[in-house]
């Protein structure tokens, strides 16, 4: 044999043995890394390692997830996508409209019907131009509010169900010393409590005309400025020590008593559990006043990626993310419910199903609407516009009319 057929025949056995060595294989970009957080990703990468995968993770640390999109936006800027990034609403629009995205996923989806599993609503978030190019892990609630019971009776007050309910016992709480509400001064964190206000305060058709339509006079107008006045309100009942605090430090102090509420997402659910405790017994759940549901859902949206394992893993992951005992076992660790509307809930706790319930009820009255806060109603760029304004407002004397206006005229010129 001649050297050259011989050098050939090398390569090709090599190509041949190496393409068989390689299976699925994805490398996951994602900030879930509080304790909760953690342990629901441990599901999945479990999961896809017991199927003969290989998991490379790449988790960025930050609450809410802006460090993490940073270092996504390097990345493909680089050429050097991952093979999924954790993701929301319409900044899958967004990626796929940079051409970033694969809709290889699709296959996957017909065959598995996943349009027959989800609800419309999260099934056209999950799709680029008709066709899957992300697959949904869960659905968070953000209007929830957490509390110690043990700390509410020693104040005698109860779980609030109006907002001047909640100011009664914060200013309780407040006069016997207690820290009325665990909160972490963090853009995202001020945006997640100011979005549940404005939902209470402003009610469901307001919420949808401000952080859905972005309706001028909506964003700028006397019930706005409600909200900023009830916001004045909760930048009295936090601590002095706030400003930066990550959100499950927030969480374990209403856990250790420290404090008797925390208005977030049902995140902080995950906490507790990975805590050891006990939804009714060691810790109290309520939606936040108000009759609407804030929804989130976490998903994994596909790059584009050259390789054969690559790909292979893309399909592998977003079949195990879409079965029926990973979003069980998933959402139990993670604190949401299923995506997946076939999901029996009989081992879930009953925020949990409250949760559901409520999801359901909001569904058919107008009430269910896209978190602004977490990515899910508007772009990028008109998002952080308004939680600029929230921020600067929560740590400064702006008043409540400087505020709305300067809401209104920040959408405008991020449009
Ligand atoms: C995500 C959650 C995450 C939370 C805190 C939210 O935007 O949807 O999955 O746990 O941020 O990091």
């Not at 907002?163 to 972490?184: Q, R, V």
């Not at 660790?333 to 081992?347: F, H, T």
């Not at 009820?361 to 609407?369: A, F, H, K, Q, R």
């Amino acid at each position: 044999m001649k050297l050259k057929t011989l050098a050939a025949v090398v390569v090709a056995a090599g190509m041949i043995s190496s393409a068989a060595k390689a299976g699925p294989e994805v490398e996951v970009l994602h900030w879930w890394t509080a304790g909760g957080e953690a342990a629901a990703i441990k599901v999945l990468v479990d999961d896809f390692k017991s199927h003969g995968g290989k998991w490379t993770d790449m988790p960025v640390a930050g609450g809410g997830g802006d460090a993490a999109r940073t270092a996504l936006k390097a990345r493909v800027l680089s050429g050097n996508a991952p093979t999924a990034f954790q993701m929301k609403g319409p900044s899958i629009q967004e990626w796929h409209e940079e051409g970033a995205l694969t809709v290889g996923i699709d296959a996957v989806a017909k065959s598995e019907n996943w349009d027959a599993s989800l609800p419309a609503a999260i099934a056209n978030h999950m799709k680029c131009e008709g066709k899957y190019c992300a697959a949904p892990v869960n659905v968070h609630r953000i209007d929830w509010i957490w509390a110690n019971p043990k700390v509410l009776a020693k104040a005698g007050v109860a779980m609030p169900t109006t907002w001047d309910e909640f100011n009664a016992a914060a200013d309780k709480l407040k006069s016997m010393g207690i820290t009325p509400l665990a909160h972490g001064g963090q853009a995202w964190q001020d945006a997640t409590v100011f979005e549940a206000v404005a939902l209470g305060v402003g009610g469901n058709a307001f919420y949808k005309k401000a952080f859905v339509d972005l309706d001028p006079a909506t964003l700028s107008g006397a019930t706005m400025q409600k909200v900023f006045d009830q916001m004045r309100k909760m930048r009295g009942y936090v601590d002095a020590n706030f400003s930066g605090r990550d959100w499950n430090l927030a969480t374990t102090m209403v856990m250790n008593g420290e404090a008797a509420f925390q208005i977030m997402g049902d995140w902080a659910k995950g906490e507790f559990t990975n805590a050891g405790k006990v939804a009714g017994k060691d810790y109290l759940c309520a939606p936040t006043p108000g009759n609407g549901y804030l929804y989130n859902v976490d998903s994994f949206a596909m790059f584009n990626v050259k390789g054969a394992d690559k790909i292979d893993g893309q399909n592998l992951l977003a079949k195990l993310i879409m079965g029926k005992n990973f979003q069980k076992v998933f959402n139990l660790a993670k604190g949401s419910i299923p995506a997946r509307v076939d999901v029996p809930l009989n081992e879930f706790d009953y925020c949990a199903r409250r949760s559901a319930y409520d999801m359901d009820v909001t569904s058919g009255n107008g009430g269910l609407l896209p978190s602004y806060a977490h990515g899910m109603a508007m772009r990028n760029a008109q998002a952080g516009a308004i939680t600029d304004v929230v921020t600067k407002h929560f740590n400064s004397n702006m008043s409540s009319a400087d505020a709305a206006k300067a809401l209104a005229q920040g959408v405008k010129n991020s449009m």
